[in-house]
């Protein structure tokens, strides 16, 4: 379990010096070919934070209520409300808000910009089909998220992101006007275009490829909260083999936040390198691998 948590901090942590490397690279291709030095970088950043900025405060209520998810008290789920407050204790966590998406399906997601502004929500198909082993393995996974501060560094990837994707077309625009100006610098204005054209494409795959880290990383950070790994693996299991039809509600933008994939899962090479969660057969044969 140690060598997982530690394998995958590592490699998040690669993939984001990678993502800034390759940030200041574009920022600097910028400032040569539109002879503006970093004036456009700085703006990209800051237009990008201010935009993510406002969803890192208010993105937790929309990812609920895009979900149909709705809170419950103690009284109205003991056994839920229970499970959730004895893994806090162990985890040494404040208690989420806790809500019921009313799906079949077996998933779960945890949202908020720390463990004080946090919450959890799990489908009805997961308290329904899933033993008590298994439901406490999904719960930890999830609570993981949390204490990890998953949240938080997805809102610092999609800053990121957004840099990357305004640079890119401030980049395009400048190399069309360029290209009207001076016909001699051709070369240099096609592969900008080349590169304005594919590096959203490489942020939008590092950011995936972050999203997976991190669902490995909760997997294994999750099973050391259990201290039994063959609970989340036998759930993430039964979701491979329950979950025919996608999530009701299901939104690209909140994708990412679930335990599974909830419109399906990606077996494909190509079609897994566009994908928010790692393949359920990778997870469960390093759950089923952990000591």
């Not at 439901?135 to 998220?145: D, F, N, P």
């Not at 494409?201 to 972050?210: N, R």
């Not at 390198?273 to 057969?281: G, N, W």
Request: glycine share 8%; net charge neutral.
């Amino acid at each position: 379990m140690y060598q997982q948590i530690d394998s995958n901090k590592r490699k998040t942590v690669l993939l984001i010096v990678i993502f800034i490397a390759f940030i200041l690279l574009l920022g600097w291709l910028f400032g040569y070919l539109t002879e503006s030095g970093y004036l456009g970088l700085g703006a990209a950043i800051i237009i990008s934070t201010v935009m993510t900025l406002i969803s890192y405060y208010a993105g937790d209520k929309v990812a609920l209520s895009s979900s149909g998810a709705r809170e419950i008290t103690h009284d109205e789920n003991k056994y839920v409300y229970h499970l959730v407050e004895n893994l806090c204790i162990t985890a040494g966590t404040p208690l989420p808000k806790i809500y019921i998406i009313d799906d079949p399906n077996i998933n779960a997601f945890a949202t908020g910009r720390d463990p004080q502004h946090a919450s959890i929500a799990l489908t009805q198909g997961a308290i329904d089909k899933l033993t008590n082993e298994e439901l406490e393995g999904v719960i930890a996974h999830e609570l993981s998220h949390v204490k990890n501060y998953d949240i938080r560094l997805m809102m610092v990837v999609l800053v990121l992101v957004g840099v990357i994707a305004l640079l890119a077309d401030w980049l395009m625009r400048g190399l069309f006007h360029k290209g009207d100006n001076n016909k001699s610098a051709g070369i240099f204005i096609i592969v900008g275009i080349v590169i304005a054209l594919l590096t959203p494409l490489i942020a939008e795959l590092i950011k995936l490829a972050i999203s997976r880290k991190r669902e490995y990383l909760a997997d294994a950070d999750g099973s050391l909260l259990t201290r039994y790994p063959q609970g989340l693996a036998n759930a993430l299991e039964k979701i491979g083999q329950e979950n025919v039809q996608p999530l009701k509600r299901a939104h690209n933008a909140t994708a990412h936040l679930y335990i599974a994939n909830p419109f399906g899962q990606t077996k494909k090479f190509l079609s897994g390198l566009f994908s928010t969660h790692p393949p359920l057969e990778d997870r469960i044969a390093k759950l089923r691998g952990m000591a």
